[in-house]
């Protein structure tokens, strides 16, 4: 460093620098060996160091004077002639010392301090519902464990100890770990932290197997609905329970289903895609048009005449202005199970097994009962192809449905759909 003081002759004094006037245009005084003063238009100076690296010039700025007087400003000159010599660019290096200063000072802050930030700055774009899906997991396992913690002070064995806790929730422990790895991927982009202690414990709890919801039986339809019409539930959650059998939608999308969205005179309710902040959406992005049966229409009919006003199909029986919960309907489930009319171990989603089972045995097309479902293409523009394609046969399979469940509540013969007219 010694031998860099005496190669260079600097010129400046503070009288010199303190007579340094504005002009019409940004100009520079020089220290010496690439050490300058730049006088701004508005009077400010700021030392920097002009440099070549490579056949290239560069540039760093020290600072401003007087804040960083006339030997300071020659002690950093005199480090960065060293780095220039060892190799090392001065304006990538203070880059480098900026970055890693801040992800100190980052690190500081806790997980559950940052994990806010990513819920602010990340989760935006997310359907309310996953939203508060999150939020709440983190509040109510993740921030009791390592909330606390310093962010870059997480460590593996952390994750490891909160997921075998949760070993008999799979599904829970599998969307934390997908979470607290998205956490530390986004600290990581932002320079935060360069460990994600979420990635050694991939694959540590087992996806379990998919759910299958056992559908009603023929033998047990009639004794179902016949229950379900007659019992003593508020008739809004009757009706409710019969519309999302016939429509064969999710339990969600029957108790935000809003006036807006159906069409009594085309016989069509178009639930729209997902959308942020929206209940009753559909799971996939693109919106899903069901084809309203004459038995729909006649229950939506129904509802229309005891929601009033109410933008919803089917509001809570105390106030028109909110939604139907979705607990109601299981609720009315529970009341049929303790009559014997429903089997204990049926769920609301076992309707639309219910739809599957017999438009297949039936022989409806594959590509028709997974459109009426709504079971997500992969190929946005396979989906839209389809959904256009198949409209006419799930309009027929939908009334075939619903004239089906008729007759076997009646008892009769059914009437195949390759008999009805087109």
Not at 209 to 226: K, N, Q
Not at 255 to 265: E, G, L, P, T, Y
Not at 328 to 334: C, D, G, R, S, V
Not at 351 to 368: C, H, K, M, W, Y
Request: with cysteine; net charge positive; proline share 5%.
């Amino acid at each position: 460093m010694g031998n860099f003081q005496r190669a260079v002759n600097y010129k400046l004094t503070d009288k010199k620098i303190l007579s340094l006037k504005p002009k019409d245009k940004p100009y520079t005084a020089t220290d010496g060996g690439g050490l300058f003063i730049d006088v701004q238009v508005s009077g400010s100076k700021i030392w920097r160091f002009a440099y070549m690296k490579d056949g290239k010039r560069g540039k760093v700025s020290i600072g401003p004077y007087p804040a960083i007087g006339i030997a300071a400003a020659r002690d950093v000159h005199r480090q960065q002639l060293e780095l220039v010599a060892s190799g090392t660019d001065p304006a990538r290096q203070k880059r480098l010392d900026k970055i890693e200063a801040a992800a100190a000072q980052a690190q500081v802050q806790t997980f559950k301090s940052f994990a806010q930030i990513w819920l602010k700055e990340e989760q935006s774009t997310v359907t309310e519902r996953t939203r508060r899906q999150v939020t709440r997991w983190l509040e109510n396992d993740v921030y009791p464990v390592i909330g606390e913690l310093e962010l870059g002070k997480v460590h593996a064995s952390d994750v490891l100890e909160l997921l075998e806790s949760m070993r008999n929730t799979p599904v829970k422990a599998i969307g934390i770990h997908s979470i607290l790895e998205r956490i530390y991927a986004y600290a990581g982009r932002k320079l935060l932290t360069t460990y994600n202690p979420a990635t050694p414990m991939t694959g540590l709890i087992k996806k379990p197997p998919a759910t299958h919801y056992r559908p009603l039986s023929v033998a047990e339809i009639g004794p179902f609905i016949e229950s379900a019409r007659t019992c003593n539930a508020h008739i809004r959650t009757r009706l409710a329970l019969e519309l999302l059998l016939l429509t064969v939608v999710r339990k969600d999308n029957v108790c935000k289903a809003r006036w807006a969205h159906i069409d009594m005179a085309n016989k069509t309710w178009t639930i729209p895609g997902r959308t942020i902040g929206g209940n009753g959406f559909m799971k996939m992005p693109q919106p899903h048009t069901v084809y309203l049966s004459d038995q729909a229409v006649k229950i939506l009919e129904q509802a229309k005449e005891l929601s009033g006003d109410s933008e919803w199909v089917f509001p809570t029986v105390t106030r028109l202005s909110e939604p139907m919960g979705e607990v109601t309907i299981n609720h009315l489930l529970a009341r049929l199970k303790a009559a014997g009319s429903c089997p204990a171990d049926f769920a609301p989603h076992g309707l639309r097994s219910t739809f599957s089972t017999l438009a297949n045995e039936e022989g409806i097309a594959p590509d028709v009962v997974e459109v009426i479902m709504a079971h997500q293409e992969r190929n946005s523009v396979r989906a839209a192809y389809n959904r256009a394609k198949y409209a006419p046969q799930c309009q027929k399979a939908q009334q075939w449905y619903a004239d089906r469940i008729d007759q076997i509540v009646k008892g009769a013969d059914v009437i195949p759909i390759h008999s009805k007219a087109a």
